[in-house]
């Protein structure tokens, strides 16, 4: 099995900046793509950004240019750099982790979410 366990979530004012980490423990035979993605109450989960192994990323329009994805492989951990935060932010941030195991298969693990409020 994989863990997948976020932190740095919190309260920021407008215009701040965040940094969430999240890092994938456990049998792990290779980690191919993480990411983020996020829900506000009362709407569906959105794809904040996500990252291959190989470092190649895709993010959401409403976040581009504002956030940053980057990975550390050796430790099996992604990072999201958040800046100019806007009220829309706010929501509870999920960290993904697709493991590939020894058969190919591909699975994606789920962390338990981590809260990000953005109010003044």
């Known amino acids: 099995q994989v863990q997948v366990v976020e932190s740095g979530g919190g309260l920021v004012q407008p215009g701040g900046s965040l940094r969430l980490s999240c890092v994938a423990s456990g049998r792990i035979f290779s980690i191919y793509t993480m990411g983020w993605f996020r829900q506000a109450p009362g709407k569906q989960r959105e794809l904040v950004a996500s990252?291959?192994?190989?470092?190649?990323?895709n993010s959401g329009d409403s976040v581009k240019g504002r956030f940053t994805i980057s990975r550390d492989n050796a430790k099996n951990t992604v990072y999201l750099q958040m800046n100019s935060l806007k009220f829309e932010d706010t929501a509870v941030y999920y960290c993904h982790a697709d493991h590939r195991d020894t058969d190919a298969t591909i699975v994606r693990y789920w962390g338990q979410g981590t809260q990000v409020t953005v109010s003044s």
């Open positions: 990252i291959t192994s190989g470092g190649r990323t």
